[in-house]
């Protein structure tokens, strides 16, 4: 499974941006894909998850969505209400069927994107 990840951008706070991660193959019923951001000097920390249900962490509930179109193979992440700290590195990731908050589980990668708010 090959991830691509795409759509950062810099923006003021407020704005909104979506982010895209193309996958190489379907991955409707069998592999859970998740967002995750790195920020300078920080650990990489889960963002969003989706399966056939969606998780957030609790810094952007409210504010992110995960969705997925089968079709094109493509789990999107539309950032709305965007603030500074939500400035990092963002990465999509692949992983065997039951979404996790942890980034030691998952075993595909897509390059990372960057996203910068400024206030």
């Known amino acids: 499974v090959q991830l691509q990840a795409y759509g950062g951008g810099l923006v003021q706070a407020g704005a909104s941006l979506r982010l895209s991660c193309a996958v190489s193959?379907?991955?409707?019923?069998?592999?859970?894909v998740g967002w995750f951001r790195q920020a300078p000097g920080k650990e990489r920390e889960f963002v969003a998850g989706?399966?056939?249900?969606?998780l957030y962490s609790d810094s952007v509930k409210g504010r992110f969505t995960i969705s997925r179109d089968n079709a094109e193979n493509t789990v999107y992440l539309q950032m709305n209400s965007l603030k500074p700290e939500d400035t990092a590195v963002y990465y999509c990731?692949?992983?065997?069927?039951?979404?996790?908050?942890?980034?030691?589980?998952?075993?595909?990668w897509g390059q990372g994107t960057q996203v910068t708010v400024s206030s």
């Open positions: 990731a692949a992983k065997a069927k039951i979404i996790s908050t942890l980034s030691d589980e998952y075993n595909y």
């Open positions: 193959r379907r991955t409707t019923s069998t592999y859970a």
């Open positions: 989706i399966t056939g249900r969606v």
